[in-house]
């Protein structure tokens, strides 16, 4: 009898496909800590994991593990390798959350360029003259580049476009023509750029990048953290280089309370939510489950395993 170990809370949808299973037994760990579901490791023959890294150490324990599947599409926290080497295949969700995660890019988008938490917080106190700044700006007319032009990028482009936006592309891996070759130029170009990539070994925009920015325009992250330096962002913002950033990812995840960022009035973040809507989660939570049923049933579709 397979058992499972469900590592974060998921939805309850997620819960009662493993539940109507024949013969499927889990452990749900509603905390999302390494801590809370590393010991119920070694009895495992499944893990179903959200954010929480998945380590070499983990992996050596887990002696009667068969699956490992993602609830989501990225794996940066997980130790591919370690694995691959025990021939345990890494299962992804596949394209579920890719509606979501542009949704929630285009709202950031526009939260930064209508100024919507402080002119929420203005009104609030009182201050109904916030108003009377005009600091807002359109997306209107302006040209958004979308960095990483995959299912995410894009939507994004699509939800764009619905804007009246002007949009072009930048995606090393897309040799087609349909995406600018220059990075750099597209950056000069751009009022909006937005990040829908994995994550990189470095910084894609840093300093050096953001100078090349115009001081009008906006930067969103709703990627991974690190795409985006975070200390060259904070003092870019400061010294109004560019007009606003909104991020849903960061580096550290919570952030510490001292942050730079947290105090930087240019800046709209959000906790890492983009892909959690309630029916994005409800999505996620069945394909990752589905998987799991899927390989014991040894029917995994092969696309949606991501190591060999």
């Not at 997620?14 to 070694?42: C, H, Q, R, S, W």
């Not at 295949?89 to 360029?113: C, F, Q």
């Not at 870019?236 to 919570?254: H, N, T």
């Amino acid at each position: 009898m397979p058992h499972v170990v469900v590592a974060g809370k998921i939805h309850e949808a997620g819960v009662a496909l493993l539940k109507a299973a024949p013969g499927i037994t889990f452990d749900l760990v509603n905390e999302v800590t390494k801590e809370a579901y590393a010991p119920l490791m070694p009895k495992a023959d499944a893990l179903l994991l959200r954010t929480q890294p998945l380590t070499a150490d983990v992996i050596a324990t887990s002696n009667q593990l068969k699956i490992v599947s993602r609830h989501g599409v990225g794996y940066d926290a997980v130790d591919v390798a370690a694995l691959s080497a025990r021939k345990i295949p890494l299962a992804i969700v596949g394209d579920v959350n890719s509606r979501a995660v542009a949704e929630h890019t285009l709202a950031l988008m526009l939260a930064v360029a209508r100024r919507v938490v402080a002119h929420d917080q203005a009104s609030r106190s009182g201050n109904w003259n916030e108003r009377n700044k005009f600091d807002s700006v359109e997306l209107d007319g302006k040209k958004l580049l979308v960095i990483g032009y995959g299912r995410i990028g894009r939507r994004v482009g699509e939800l764009a476009r619905a804007f009246g936006m002007e949009v072009i592309a930048y995606d090393p891996f897309i040799t087609d023509g349909s995406t600018m070759a220059d990075l750099k130029a597209a950056l000069a170009q751009a009022d909006y750029v937005s990040l829908h990539m994995p994550a990189a070994k470095g910084a894609v925009i840093g300093a050096e990048e953001l100078a090349l920015m115009k001081p009008t325009a906006i930067i969103i992250n709703a990627a991974r953290g690190g795409l985006v330096d975070e200390a060259s962002l904070d003092q870019a913002l400061r010294a109004r280089k560019i007009y606003g950033a909104g991020l849903d990812v960061l580096v550290e995840e919570p952030p510490k309370a001292d942050h730079p960022l947290l105090s930087n009035p240019y800046l709209t973040i959000s906790p890492h939510n983009a892909g959690l809507t309630q029916e994005c989660a409800k999505r996620m939570a069945i394909a990752a489950a589905q998987n799991i049923l899927d390989h014991f049933a040894g029917k995994l579709d092969p696309k949606l395993v991501v190591n060999s």
